[in-house]
């Protein structure tokens, strides 16, 4: 069965500080685990995804995650935090195949302090 | 690249009134999702189509909703009749080969029942 926890729903930083979004997968196959950012009143974009190549996934803007199979994490971090980049965070795990195989983690809104 | 198109953006209706959300997906994918999001439940899959053909609807809430595809290029989500709970914002997405592939969202229709 698979499941994703993030394990904080507000994160505040101080513009120009490290962000660190917290997620916790559970999964009984090799997971595809992804990112997605969402603005206010917009869709869901996709950050970054990571599908069993490196573990260490570079996304867009600046943003990249680690696959840590031993601890079941995929945090997202972040060297300097910008304004732009306040909004709500969505960690998601997904099985290779079937039905029902795609799970959302409950998000982390994220505020950058200026 | 137009992007995932959906329509109305935003749509206020009585109960009881039928409501018809659209979608247009990405030309070239072959998979469409529907969601609603809430603050209470956060983002929830309410059914998948892959060619045109609905694969998941276990997530629908109940028999007011359906979901079609008549074509590669048009959805639509349909609630009769409509209550005030179905108040929410509804995605659509797309993807080229999957359910465990990075999705395209749209922009969403927030949809309020009085």
């Known amino acids: 069965a698979q499941s994703v926890t993030q394990l904080d729903s507000h994160v505040s930083v101080s513009e120009g500080t490290p962000v660190l979004l917290r997620c916790n997968y559970s999964?009984?196959?090799?997971?595809?685990l992804f990112w997605y950012v969402q603005h206010p009143n917009k869709g869901l974009q996709l950050l970054l995804k990571?599908?069993?190549?490196?573990?260490l996934v570079k996304g867009i803007n600046g943003f990249e995650a680690e696959f840590k199979k031993s601890e079941t994490s995929f945090h997202l971090t972040k060297p300097s935090a910008h304004m732009s980049d306040a909004a709500e965070y969505f960690c998601?795990?997904?099985?290779?195949?079937?039905?029902?195989?795609?799970?959302f983690g409950t998000g982390t809104r994220l505020t950058v302090i200026p | 690249d137009a992007g995932v198109i959906q329509s109305p953006r935003h749509e206020v209706t009585e109960m009881g009134q039928e409501v018809t959300l659209r979608c247009k997906p990405i030309?070239?994918?072959?998979?469409l999702f529907w969601y609603r999001q809430t603050m209470m439940r956060g983002l929830e899959l309410l059914i998948y189509?892959?060619?045109?053909?609905?694969?998941?609807d276990s997530g629908m809430p109940e028999d007011r909703f359906s979901a079609k595809m008549p074509n590669a290029s048009f959805s639509t989500l349909k609630i009769q009749p409509s209550e005030p709970r179905d108040s929410a914002v509804y995605f659509c997405?797309?993807?080229?080969?999957?359910?465990?592939?990075?999705?395209?969202f749209g922009d969403g229709t927030r949809l309020s029942i009085l």
């Open positions: 997405a797309s993807s080229l080969a999957g359910v465990n592939q990075p999705q395209h």
């Open positions: 999964s009984s196959y090799s997971p595809s």
């Open positions: 990571y599908t069993s190549a490196a573990t």
């Open positions: 998601v795990v997904s099985a290779p195949t079937g039905a029902n195989n795609l799970f």
């Open positions: 030309s070239g994918h072959d998979y």
């Open positions: 189509f892959n060619n045109n053909v609905p694969i998941d």
